[in-house]
C-alpha cells in the first residue's frame, strides 16, 4: 500500500507564490509519472503538470511560466512551485503517483490540498 502526503496549500494575494510537496511511502518499488491536479467549484478535475521518472515535464497551458514541477527520486517526492498566483488558481491541488509494481502500474492520489488565491 502506498500513501501520499501533501502540504503547501493556502491563502495568498495575485502574484504571489506557493510550493506544494506530495511525499509517497510505503512499499514502493519504482514511481513512474508523477504529477499535479486541480479541481475548483462546479469544474471538472484538470492536469495542471506532470513528470515523467526520467524528468520529462507537461504543464496545462494555463500555467506555463508560472508553475514549475520538479521531483526527488530519492525521497520520493513531488513538487509544484507556482509563482504569478492568479484567481483563477484557486482550487483544490491533488497529487498523482503511478506507481510500478511487477508488470502492473498504480494510480494513487493525495488528500488534496486548498489553494486559495485573493485578488
Known amino acids: 500500500q502506498v500513501q501520499l502526503v501533501e502540504s503547501g496549500g493556502g491563502l495568498v494575494q495575485a502574484g504571489g507564490s506557493l510550493r506544494l510537496s506530495c511525499a509517497a511511502s510505503?512499499?514502493?518499488?519504482?514511481?513512474?509519472?508523477m504529477g499535479w491536479y486541480r479541481q475548483a467549484p462546479g469544474k471538472q478535475r484538470e492536469l495542471v503538470a506532470a513528470i515523467t521518472s526520467g524528468g520529462s515535464t507537461k504543464y496545462a497551458d494555463s500555467v506555463k511560466g508560472r508553475f514549475t514541477i520538479s521531483r526527488d527520486n530519492a525521497k520520493n517526492t513531488v513538487y509544484l512551485q507556482m509563482n504569478s498566483l492568479k484567481p483563477e488558481d484557486t482550487a483544490v491541488y491533488y497529487c498523482?503517483?503511478?506507481?510500478?509494481?511487477?508488470?502492473?502500474?498504480?494510480?494513487?492520489w493525495g488528500q488534496g490540498t486548498q489553494v486559495t488565491v485573493s485578488s
Open positions: 510505503g512499499t514502493i518499488f519504482s514511481i513512474n509519472a
Open positions: 498523482n503517483v503511478a506507481v510500478v509494481a511487477g508488470l502492473k502500474i498504480y494510480d494513487y
